[in-house]
């Protein structure tokens, strides 16, 4: 599975009334439909009509192994103790946790 966050900008967001998202692709399989996973708005408390919104700027994807062995991309991390964290750019700026059937384990 690959992960992939978007930011159309703003004129685009203007035309096509369209969410910046983070998008799923199945990379393993020929002619896989993409998944939205992610689709952000404005905060509307903190912007304006008409400002900047807000875009996931970050996916991380970890196991929390802080060691030289658990550095990103040197093992195959076990999707059933590992958690999906993605930021935002402007507005409120969170950090969102992605949350599965049953949450953190």
Known sequence: MLLAAED??????????ILDSVWAFDVTKKNVP??????????????????EDNEPTGLHF???NASIKGVIGAKRLNPDHSRLFFTQQHGENVVWEV???HGPQ
């Not at 159309?8 to 203007?14: E, I």
């Not at 689709?39 to 400002?51: K, T, V």
């Open 62 to 64: 970890s196991d929390g």
């Open 99 to 101: 949350l599965g059937k």
């Open 34 to 51: 993409t998944a939205r996973l992610i689709a952000l708005g404005r905060d509307l408390d903190s912007s304006p009509a008409g400002a």
């Open 8 to 17: 159309r900008g703003d004129t685009l967001h203007d035309q096509l009334n």
